[in-house]
């Protein structure tokens, strides 16, 4: 997955709030710790390396912010720990749980996914390890592969199972769906269910062509024309855009020693704004939206693009965070190497690949096999999986395929006209009904009815990346 753009859909969420139930003391005690309470703060502190960074109610839920003591290595647990966090989203034990994932930082404010409010229930969400603060110090990125977060994600679901006794769900969007699949992959016992929505799924990292198909017949001819006009006339105009550009970087503290300079940032930011569009806009309004390449300003083009795609995605400081992300795909999840022949004779980079977005005192090589291996293992044995896509999405050009059969009860849906942010409330009704049907039942819920939504606990949220996924 290579760069993105500023500003990334995350899972969609509907939901909202019920009547408070009251907190219900599961049957089963925590390994090693007291007599359960009825409270539920002392059950969760009781877990060992639990520890409590601040508790937010809100109306209905106990919400929690937490550290949670994990290996550095799961496979020699008695060579260091780091300190994860992980938030929960108390209703009542009496209701099942969902693991949520974004797949990199953790929200700490309450909010709930889709799967959650569906079957009204309890969440849990992680922090993807390496993501700041949840790194281990001094960090060896080699420990961070996708093995090592599932095992993250088997030791909470295990530590806090004998206290949310019920059924448990996995979900998360984008680079958080992967996350869920990789840990259904590792530990396919663990979860009695996986919504996984927008999950890119790049097998094999040395052919793109799925994702250049996709950009050739996406949307209308006139849109995707206009979009590439644009790309083209900000690489003619180079010079000017630069100006503005280190103009806009001075103002705000931008540096680019990562990529190296502002050239190879500036062309990056350009060469993503076809992808990012169709990733990110709601094309039937956006497209009118788009500037006439010719006739544009200068500023007017600087202005369509940092909306688009944020001039700041590769300078330093926007990279940064993201590390993380950009070393996984540089070394496991892969990138896509997409074309754009409209711009090869203007193009002096190419569409550069994620070892220059990670400081080169990070060492990476790339393990061909990994994704091959969760691809291969998803077709044949994968059981009550759910990946819902959105028809304009470039990353659902190369998708994952569960295996098929009613004893597999794996299903994958399309959301008409949805792009990175589509959810099972964007399907068609048929499959809405199908998809909602599953997921309450894989819940052990299938009687019960989705939350009321909350405009503060549901709303959709955005959050700053500079990655694509």
């Given at each position: 997955m ?21 907190a219900?003391?599961a049957?089963?005690?925590?390994p090693?710790a ?20 601040e508790e937010?109610?809100y ?27 992980i ?24 909010g ?18 390496f993501?700041t ?18 095992s993250d994600?088997?030791r909470?679901?295990?530590a806090l ?13 984008s680079?958080?769906g992967m996350?869920a699949?990789?840990?259904?992959r ?17 097998v ?9 198909r996709f950009?050739?017949?996406v ?17 003619v ?8 550009y ?6 705000n ?19 993503d704004v ?8 709601q ?6 939206k ?11 083009l ?5 909306d ?23 070394t ?23 070892r ?27 059981h009550r ?10 990353w659902?050009?190369?998708p994952?395929?569960?295996?098929r ?18 959810n ?10 199908k ?35």
């Open positions: 290579r760069k993105a753009l500023r500003w990334v859909l995350s899972l969609v969420v509907l939901i909202g709030t019920i009547g408070f139930t009251g219900t003391a049957t089963a005690a925590t090693g007291p007599a359960a309470t009825t409270d539920i703060k002392d059950r969760l502190l009781a877990i060992k390396g639990m520890s409590l960074i937010k109610p109306d209905g839920y106990r919400f929690f912010v937490l550290n949670y003591r994990q290996p550095v290595d799961h496979r020699h647990p008695a060579k260091g720990t780091f300190q994860q966090r938030t929960v989203l108390h209703k009542d034990t009496a209701r099942p749980t969902v693991f949520h994932t974004s797949g990199y930082g953790l929200n700490v404010n309450p709930r996914s889709e799967p959650t409010r569906v079957i009204d229930g309890n969440q849990v969400s992680m922090e993807y390890r993501f603060p949840s790194r281990p110090a001094p960090a060896d990125w080699k420990k961070l592969d996708i093995w090592q977060a599932a994600q088997h909470i679901f295990e199972k004998p206290i949310y006794t019920k059924k448990w769900l996995s979900t998360g969007a680079k958080g996350t699949t990789y840990f259904e590792f530990y396919p016992r663990d979860m009695d269910g996986v919504v996984a929505y927008v999950a890119p799924n790049d094999n990292n040395k052919e793109d062509s799925a994702y250049d950009l050739a017949t949307g209308t001819k006139e849109c995707r024309t206009k979009i590439e006009a644009v790309q083209r006339e900000a690489l105009r180079r010079e000017p855009l630069e100006k503005l280190a103009s806009y970087a001075a103002a503290g931008y540096t680019f020693k990562t990529i190296g300079n502002l050239d190879k940032a500036f062309e990056a930011v350009v060469l076809n992808w990012g569009f169709w990733q990110y806009q094309s039937a309004t956006a497209c009118a788009v500037p006439t390449a010719a006739t544009a300003s200068d500023q007017g600087f202005d369509w693009i940092e688009v795609g944020g001039w700041s995605s590769y300078a330093d400081q926007g990279l940064e965070y993201y590390t993380p992300y950009y070393y996984q795909a540089g496991q999840l892969g990138s896509p190497d997409i074309k754009q022949p409209w711009l090869a004779d203007l193009s002096r980079y190419g569409y550069q690949p994620p220059n977005f990670v400081p080169r005192d990070i060492p990476m090589t790339f393990q061909k096999h990994a994704m091959k291996d969760v691809d291969r293992w998803v077709r044949h044995h994968s999986m759910m990946f819902v896509y959105g028809e304009n999405d470039p659902g050009a190369e994952f395929r569960p295996a059969g009613a004893k597999h009860d794996s299903h994958v849906f399309t959301a008409p006209g949805g792009n990175h942010g589509a099972v409330a964007g399907l068609t009704s048929a499959d809405k009904a998809a909602t049907e599953r997921i309450l039942a894989w819940a052990g819920v299938p009687a019960a009815k989705p939350a009321p939504y909350d405009a503060k606990l549901d709303r959709e949220r955005k959050h700053q990346m500079t990655l694509r996924p």
